[in-house]
């Protein structure tokens, strides 16, 4: 499942709902059924809205599930194309709002009230959760959404590649680029960060030492170091080195599956597609040092499911949640590991998925809790957005670092100040 929290679509999107009013009336054309119905409860009808995973299998799976729910009819809205968020947040402002919806913690839902308490059946397993987890979902002490699935991220690289070009596997960003221009070829490019850098923004942060805030909702990510990190990256931009415009983006295997690249930065959940076309001949390390005071780093994006606390059947809705996201274990490892590799959220279950217990995956398991970086939920979409200037200004275009970096810190500042005062 390419179901990363930055991933097969922009999540920047999000404020540009509201100009897709309109269009709201068209959102059944874009599932796969008409989000009413197909469960084999009665009374209650529920609809739950999912972005597409990439995945065979997936869809078939979220439908199954719903149909074993007894208590409420449970519709799933399957939406498809690159815009789920503009096409959720466009459908919550009107009479055909979801019951349910997969996102991602996100402070302006819990704000305006949009998003519905669920402490009361998270607490009772709350131990059994991803510590980080639930912090990343919490807000004054109350826990809004269920985490579903953990996607770190990391980089794959084609072992064989690496040896022919006597390339060591690169534990700082300077050894990354020169690994990207000693494995350079005419036919393959040494590296792949996705088509517009964005993927990669938030690690770049953390590799460098800084946070995107800090623990007192403060700019953490203006430093020294992630401007020397941005130098760095436009240097590799303009290397040569760098695969730039691939047929699919960062969160799709294609670019290292097809030989377009030695090295790409992606998602756990693509790890059974790499597999299946490299064998072996794959290997994944997390995203370097940057600086004399780097740090090793790997994000944690994923999915969550919430409750619409603006819909009509509340308590209908919690209580379905409850069942798939908490009860049901069975099918939580089952979306966890059957469609792409991802890490159940809850202790209990990642001990027992036996597809994550050896080999690479467990590798990946292992990279995630020595390096993970979760999300903030205080960090917002117009956050996101300042981060894609500076990688556009700084990277792509050539300009001073610093200066983006200060220009970026005053938007989230701004930003900051409306949130918390």
Same mark, same amino acid.
């Given at each position: 499942m390419s179901a990363t929290s930055n991933n097969n679509f922009s999540r920047r999107s999000i404020f540009r709902a509201a100009a897709g009013m309109a269009a709201a009336g068209t959102l059944a054309a874009c599932g796969s059924n008409n989000g009413r119905g197909g469960g084999s409860g009665s009374g209650t009808q529920l609809t739950q809205y999912f972005h597409a995973y990439g995945e065979a299998g997936v869809e078939q799976a979220v439908k199954r599930y719903a149909k074993a729910y007894t208590k409420a009819n449970v519709g799933t809205q399957w939406i498809t194309g690159s815009d789920y968020e503009t096409k959720l947040f466009a459908a919550l402002l009107t009479k055909q709002a979801p019951d349910v919806f997969e996102f991602h913690p996100q402070i302006q839902l819990v704000k305006s009230g949009q998003v519905a308490d669920l402490t009361d059946i998270i607490a009772p397993v709350k131990d059994d959760f991803n510590a980080a987890d639930i912090a990343s979902h919490t807000v004054d002490g109350k826990i809004y959404g269920v985490r579903m699935?953990?996607?770190? !991220? +990391?980089? +794959?690289?084609?072992?064989?590649m690496l040896e022919k070009a006597n390339v060591a596997v690169p534990t700082t960003l300077d050894e990354l680029i020169e690994a990207a221009h000693k494995l350079t070829t005419s036919k393959v490019k040494g590296l792949f960060l996705g088509n517009d850098l964005h993927a990669i923004e938030a690690p770049l942060i953390w590799s460098a030492g800084?946070?995107?805030?800090? &623990?007192? %909702?403060?700019?953490?990510? %203006?430093?020294? &170091?992630?401007?020397?990190? #941005?130098? !760095?990256?436009?240097?590799?931009?303009?290397?040569?080195? #760098?695969?730039?415009? &691939?047929?699919?983006?960062?969160?799709?295997?294609?670019? #290292? %599956? !097809?030989?377009? $690249?030695?090295? !790409? +930065? $992606?998602? /756990?959940?693509? /790890?059974?597609? /790499?597999?299946?076309? #490299?064998?072996?001949?794959?290997?994944?390390f997390p995203f370097p040092k940057v600086g004399s005071a780097g740090k090793l780093s790997v994000y944690n994006g994923g999915w969550s499911m919430f409750v619409n606390a603006k819909g009509k059947n509340v308590e209908a809705a919690k209580e379905y949640v409850k069942w798939l996201w908490i009860d049901q274990k069975k099918y939580q490892e089952d979306f966890a590991t059957s469609y792409g590799f991802h890490i159940p959220p809850r202790t209990s279950i990642a001990q027992q998925a036996t597809k994550l217990q050896s080999g690479l995956p467990a590798e990946g398991v292992k990279l995630f809790n020595t390096y993970g970086h979760f999300d903030n939920i205080g960090w917002t979409q117009a956050m996101w957005s300042a981060l894609d200037t500076v990688i556009a200004n700084s990277v792509r275009k050539g300009g001073d670092p610093k200066a983006a970096l200060a220009q970026a810190d005053q938007t989230v500042t701004r930003e900051l100040k409306k949130l918390f005062g």
């Amino acid at each position: 499942m390419s179901a990363t929290s930055n991933n097969n679509f922009s999540r920047r999107s999000i404020f540009r709902a509201a100009a897709g009013m309109a269009a709201a009336g068209t959102l059944a054309a874009c599932g796969s059924n008409n989000g009413r119905g197909g469960g084999s409860g009665s009374g209650t009808q529920l609809t739950q809205y999912f972005h597409a995973y990439g995945e065979a299998g997936v869809e078939q799976a979220v439908k199954r599930y719903a149909k074993a729910y007894t208590k409420a009819n449970v519709g799933t809205q399957w939406i498809t194309g690159s815009d789920y968020e503009t096409k959720l947040f466009a459908a919550l402002l009107t009479k055909q709002a979801p019951d349910v919806f997969e996102f991602h913690p996100q402070i302006q839902l819990v704000k305006s009230g949009q998003v519905a308490d669920l402490t009361d059946i998270i607490a009772p397993v709350k131990d059994d959760f991803n510590a980080a987890d639930i912090a990343s979902h919490t807000v004054d002490g109350k826990i809004y959404g269920v985490r579903m699935i953990d996607d770190p !991220q +990391f980089f +794959f690289y084609r072992k064989s590649m690496l040896e022919k070009a006597n390339v060591a596997v690169p534990t700082t960003l300077d050894e990354l680029i020169e690994a990207a221009h000693k494995l350079t070829t005419s036919k393959v490019k040494g590296l792949f960060l996705g088509n517009d850098l964005h993927a990669i923004e938030a690690p770049l942060i953390w590799s460098a030492g800084a946070e995107t805030l800090t &623990a007192k %909702n403060e700019v953490g990510f %203006n430093t020294d &170091a992630v401007a020397g990190g #941005l130098g !760095q990256l436009r240097k590799l931009f303009t290397s040569g080195s #760098l695969l730039l415009d &691939a047929p699919a983006d960062f969160w799709d295997p294609s670019a #290292l %599956n !097809q030989g377009l $690249c030695a090295i !790409q +930065f $992606c998602g /756990m959940w693509a /790890m059974p597609a /790499m597999q299946k076309a #490299l064998g072996d001949d794959l290997g994944i390390f997390p995203f370097p040092k940057v600086g004399s005071a780097g740090k090793l780093s790997v994000y944690n994006g994923g999915w969550s499911m919430f409750v619409n606390a603006k819909g009509k059947n509340v308590e209908a809705a919690k209580e379905y949640v409850k069942w798939l996201w908490i009860d049901q274990k069975k099918y939580q490892e089952d979306f966890a590991t059957s469609y792409g590799f991802h890490i159940p959220p809850r202790t209990s279950i990642a001990q027992q998925a036996t597809k994550l217990q050896s080999g690479l995956p467990a590798e990946g398991v292992k990279l995630f809790n020595t390096y993970g970086h979760f999300d903030n939920i205080g960090w917002t979409q117009a956050m996101w957005s300042a981060l894609d200037t500076v990688i556009a200004n700084s990277v792509r275009k050539g300009g001073d670092p610093k200066a983006a970096l200060a220009q970026a810190d005053q938007t989230v500042t701004r930003e900051l100040k409306k949130l918390f005062g």
